[in-house]
């Protein structure tokens, strides 16, 4: 059986068109444009989603942690303030408060003539309570005038 065409059908087809049982180029073509498209769209949304946290990346720990949460939360629930907090507190230098306190301590455990990082374990619940020292404290306390220690100090002596 021969084919022949339809006299009314147009004897030049479009480049679009495929004759029956052949691939379809255009569709391939449109499918991987579709795929690229959306990969492209979805590296670049989280890309910018997690530019707060790149940014905080070089700042302090709890800094980036911070900015690391509300990311997260940003993205989970879909509550922009969230992201925007985290961009704000990444873009604002937090100061190092800890530094400085951690220089004072070591300064007064060095005057108090402990070695550094000794002083941790002796810090008082409470200024003001004394307890029964053990043997081994009492010679250390020994050394600390009466005038410092916690028992002497009254309470109208603690309010400035």
């Given amino acids: 059986m021969t084919s022949s065409l339809n006299p009314v059908a ?58 690391a949460v509300l990311g997260l939360l940003a993205l989970f629930t879909h509550m922009h303030i969230f992201w925007v907090a985290g961009l704000l507190l990444a873009l604002i230098d937090v100061p190092d408060f800890g530094n400085p306190l951690r220089r004072i301590a070591g300064s007064l455990e060095k005057m108090a003539g402990l070695k550094p990082g000794e ?24 050394v600390v005038p009466p005038s410092i220690t916690p028992s002497r100090i009254s309470k109208g002596k603690i309010h400035a």
């Fill in 10 to 67: 147009p004897h030049h087809l479009p480049m679009f068109i495929t004759a029956p049982g052949e691939t379809d180029v255009l569709m391939v073509v449109m499918a991987l444009v579709l795929v690229l498209a959306v990969l492209g769209v979805g590296i670049l949304f989280l890309r910018l989603h997690t530019m707060p946290e790149r940014m905080a990346h070089k700042s302090q720990k709890i800094q980036f942690e911070i900015v």
């Fill in 119 to 142: 002083g941790m374990g002796q810090a008082p619940d409470e200024v003001g309570i004394s307890e029964p020292l053990p043997e081994v404290q009492k010679e250390e306390a020994a």
